[in-house]
């Protein structure tokens, strides 16, 4: 029941973006409590895994709308949960190029080469990976972080196996 709704946000979400009804409500946040609430959510469906936070201190409040970035960065850590069958999942909140970035790493698989971008359109998915899923919760991860002005990237970690997404707020995004 629980993930038959997480697919129906997913696609109302979805239908939502395209038709251009949702609105970003920037606010000043505090980067801490944006990762508390998202980790808080994410150990009720982590099914033994460990979820850590590290967040820099004395960060900036970024301006931001609080239900689409929560939500963005809970899609990533899905994400992340859904291609870990172990290991570690690391959300992170850190100065980046000015600005403040929101970082979820994993220990999965990783991305192949030559699709950072394309993971990131509607109904993309790894057929390899073994994973179900709609294909929809980067194409609306991406949508959330364009509303507030913000960019999403992913790419494979170069340490060992895995995923590092990032949704990056400029400078001109702080408070």
């Known amino acids: 029941a629980t993930r038959m709704q997480r697919y129906v946000e997913k696609l109302l979400d979805?239908?939502?973006?395209?038709?251009?009804?949702?609105?970003?409500?920037l606010e000043p946040l505090d980067p801490s409590d944006v990762l508390a609430a998202v980790a808080s959510r994410a150990r009720r469906?982590?099914?033994?895994?460990?979820?850590r936070l590290e967040v820099e201190p004395?960060?900036?409040m970024v301006r931001a709308d609080a239900a689409l970035l929560d939500q963005a960065l809970f899609n990533l850590v899905e994400n992340a949960l859904a291609h870990v069958a172990?290991?570690?999942?690391?959300?992170?909140?850190?100065?980046?190029r000015g600005g403040v970035a929101f970082t979820?790493?994993?220990?999965?698989?990783?991305?192949?080469?030559?699709?950072e971008a394309r993971i990131f359109?509607?109904?993309?998915?790894?057929a390899s990976s073994g994973v179900s899923g709609t294909g929809l919760g980067l194409a609306i991860v991406n949508g959330f972080v364009s509303l507030m002005g913000a960019q999403v990237s992913a790419r494979s970690r170069s340490d060992r196996s895995g995923a590092i997404f990032t949704i990056a707020f400029p400078a001109e995004s702080l408070a």
């Open 14 to 25: 979805m239908t939502r973006l395209d038709a251009g009804s949702i609105e970003a409500h």
């Open 86 to 96: 172990s290991g570690e999942i690391v959300i992170d909140a850190s100065r980046s």
């Open 45 to 51: 469906i982590d099914e033994g895994r460990t979820i």
């Open 58 to 60: 004395d960060l900036p």
């Open 104 to 115: 979820v790493i994993d220990e999965g698989r990783g991305i192949a080469p030559g699709e």
């Open 121 to 126: 359109e509607r109904f993309a998915r790894d």
